[in-house]
C-alpha cells in the first residue's frame, strides 16, 4: 500500500514523464520539418523512453494497489531557435527532470517506503544516462557550431541510434 504522499507524487512525476514524451516528439516534429531525419528519429525514440518511464511507474502504482490519476498534459513548445538550441533544451529539461526523480526519491526515503525506493534507483541511475548522453550531443553541437556539413554528420550518427537499452541513449555508437 502506498502513502497518500507517495502516491500524489508517482502520479505527478508519471505526468512529468509524459510531459517529456510530449516534448521530445514535438522536437522531432521540428527535425522532420528541417528534414534533419536523424536527429529526429532520435527524438522519436526519446519520446518512446519517456511513454516507457511513466508507464513503469503507471505499473508500479497499481502493483502497489495504488491508484493512477493522470493530469492534463502542456502544450510543448513548437518552434525552436535552431538544431542547436533544441538539444540544449533537452539537456536543461533533464536537468530538471533529475531534480523532480531526486526529490521522489528523498520522499521515499523521508516515508521509509523502501519498496519505491527500489524503483526509483533505476530512475536515478537511468537519468545519469539521459544527461550523459544530452551532454556529449550538446558538446559536440558546440564543437560544429554553424558547420553544415558538421550538423549533416551528427544527423547520420543520431540516425543511428538503437531503440532498446537505457544505456544507449548516447549517440550512434550504441
Ligand atoms: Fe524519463
Ligand atoms: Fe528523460
Redesign the pocket.
Given at each position: 500500500m502506498l502513502t497518500d504522499r507517495i502516491q500524489d507524487a508517482i502520479n505527478r512525476q508519471i505526468n512529468n514523464?509524459l510531459y517529456?514524451a510530449h516534448l521530445y516528439l514535438s522536437m522531432s516534429a521540428y527535425f522532420e520539418a528541417l528534414d534533419l531525419n536523424g536527429f529526429a528519429h532520435w527524438m522519436r525514440l526519446q519520446f518512446e523512453?519517456?511513454t516507457a518511464?511513466a508507464m513503469k511507474l503507471f505499473d508500479y502504482v497499481n502493483d502497489r494497489d495504488g491508484r493512477v490519476v493522470l493530469h492534463a498534459i502542456d502544450q510543448p513548445p513548437i518552434e525552436f531557435e535552431s538544431p542547436h538550441s533544441v538539444m540544449r533544451s533537452a539537456l536543461e529539461h533533464e536537468r530538471l527532470?533529475t531534480s523532480m526523480i531526486n526529490d521522489l526519491y528523498a520522499l521515499a526515503v523521508a516515508e521509509r517506503d523502501y519498496p519505491s525506493h527500489v524503483l526509483l534507483e533505476w530512475f536515478v541511475s537511468?537519468q545519469v544516462e539521459?544527461e550523459k548522453a544530452l551532454n556529449e550531443i550538446v558538446a559536440h553541437m558546440d564543437l560544429i557550431g554553424n558547420d553544415g556539413t558538421g550538423l549533416l554528420i551528427m544527423d547520420q550518427r543520431l540516425g543511428d541510434r538503437t531503440a532498446d537499452a537505457d544505456a544507449e541513449a548516447g549517440e550512434g555508437e550504441a
Open positions: 514523464e517529456s523512453e519517456e518511464h527532470i537511468e539521459e
